[in-house]
């Protein structure tokens, strides 16, 4: 087991299965050393835990745990592709928030995969990132996350 998932293992959570995708897409892709995932939902056992707008149907605290979901997701995707998950580094988040037109927390929703990525990865999870409201997300979901890593092998 690589220091990542002992981390994760640390916080109570394990990488799952990759999700399946939701439409024509693969979940990953790696081009030499540089893996990008496709959006990750924050899917357990094949469903969302919540659907809705934040700040509306789904609050922004919970928001931000659907956000960790996400990235953990993300990480299996890029386990599923990468040798050793200790090799990898994680360069870009963007997030995307389904959000109610009053809500401006996005930030805050996704700090929840951001936080969750720095405790996995440790100096290897900064990662510059993007946080950005939309009017809705595949699925109805209430946020969206995708990465892109280097791998240093």
């Avoid at 401006?104 to 290897?124: C, M, R, W």
């Amino acid at each position: 087991m690589s220091a990542v998932e002992d981390r994760l293992s640390e916080l109570g959570l394990t990488v799952p299965s990759v999700a399946a995708p939701v439409a024509a897409y693969v979940p990953v892709i790696r081009d030499g050393n540089l893996v990008m995932t496709s959006g990750q939902l924050p899917v357990v056992d094949g469903k969302l835990p919540a659907t809705g707008k934040v700040g509306a149907e789904v609050s922004a605290e919970d928001a931000a745990k659907y956000a960790e979901t996400c990235a953990l997701n993300a990480i299996a995707a890029v386990k599923s592709i990468v040798d050793d998950l200790d090799t990898v580094r994680v360069i870009k988040v963007v997030g995307f928030v389904a959000s109610d037109p009053s809500f401006t927390g996005q930030p805050g929703v996704i700090n929840g995969a951001s936080e969750l990525l720095a405790k996995a990865f440790g100096d290897k999870g900064a990662h510059a990132r993007s946080a950005v409201g939309v009017a809705v997300l595949p699925l109805d979901a209430p946020v969206e996350v995708e990465i892109t890593c280097t791998v240093q092998d």
